[in-house]
T-cell receptor, first 113, second 113 residues
Framework: GAVVSQHPSRVICKSGTSVKIECRSL??????MFWYRQFPKQSLMLMAT?????????EQGVEKDKFLINHASLTLSTLTVTSAHPEDSSFYIC?????????FGPGTRLTVT | AQSVTQPDIHITVSEGASLELRCNYS??????LFWYVQSPGQGLQLLLK??????LVQGIKGFEAEFKRSQSSFNLRKPSVHWSDAAEYFC???????????FGAGTQVVVTP
């Protein structure tokens, strides 16, 4: 199957700083990518839908100014957590593809101290 | 509103025994249903999916699932589990044609010798 990578796999940042997470489709082009957040022992919660060349669509309750998503190419979407706080600590997962075929990245563990 | 329920948070099963994971959904239209498996350090992997047609769906790794509209269920089964099946399993429903997924809370499967 197709491969989706995420970088970094783990990141620790200080409160108030910003951190960028990259999601890449390695062997296919993805018009649409999705960003999820997973708390420990909990399910994946969809944060936003990222469409190449257009603004992301955020789910209700997700702060678009805090979680900046850029999908500048068909193989790369980035999630920037701005002014991070400890409550933003979580596991962030991206996926690429559509309803019929969707591939997930291995996730990025963000810890805000 | 759509919802996906996995009643069992944790299941312990002996190697070689059968496994059944329950999933119930609430969705207005004909649902697009999925089962994913999440192993540490790896992205979610699709086990199988149901869009229409035969209600018994065969997937990878020896898994199968049966769609029962009358019970709003899509339970996952495996006749004989292997130690490598220990993982977190998520049931999901597709909520639009682009690929947005709503996940259940997940079931942690532990396999004992």
């Amino acid at each position: 199957g197709a491969v989706v990578s995420q970088h970094p796999s783990r990141v620790i940042c200080k409160s108030g700083t910003s951190v960028k997470i990259e999601c890449r489709s390695l062997d296919f082009q993805a018009t649409t990518m999705f960003w999820y957040r997973q708390f420990p022992k909990q399910s994946l919660m969809l944060m936003a839908t990222s469409n190449e060349g257009s603004k992301a669509t955020y789910e209700q309750g997700v702060e678009k100014d805090k979680f900046l998503i850029n999908h500048a190419s068909l193989t790369l979407s980035t999630l920037t957590v701005t002014s991070a706080h400890p409550e933003d600590s979580s596991f962030y997962i991206c996926s690429a593809g559509g309803l019929n075929e969707q591939y997930f990245g291995p996730g990025t563990r963000l810890t805000v101290t | 509103a759509q919802s996906v329920t996995q009643p069992d948070i944790h299941i312990t099963v002996s190697e070689g025994a059968s496994l059944e994971l329950r999933c119930n959904y609430s969705y207005g239209a004909t649902p697009y249903l999925f089962w994913y498996v999440q192993s540490p350090g790896q992205g979610l992997q699709l086990l199988l999916k149901y869009f229409s047609g035969d209600t018994l769906v065969q997937g990878i790794k020896g898994f199968e699932a049966e769609f029962k509209r009358s019970q709003s269920s899509f339970n996952l089964r495996k006749p004989s589990v292997h130690w490598s099946d220990a993982a977190e399993y998520f049931c999901a429903v597709g909520t639009d044609s682009w690929g947005k997924l709503q996940f259940g809370a997940g079931t942690q499967v532990v396999v004992t010798p």
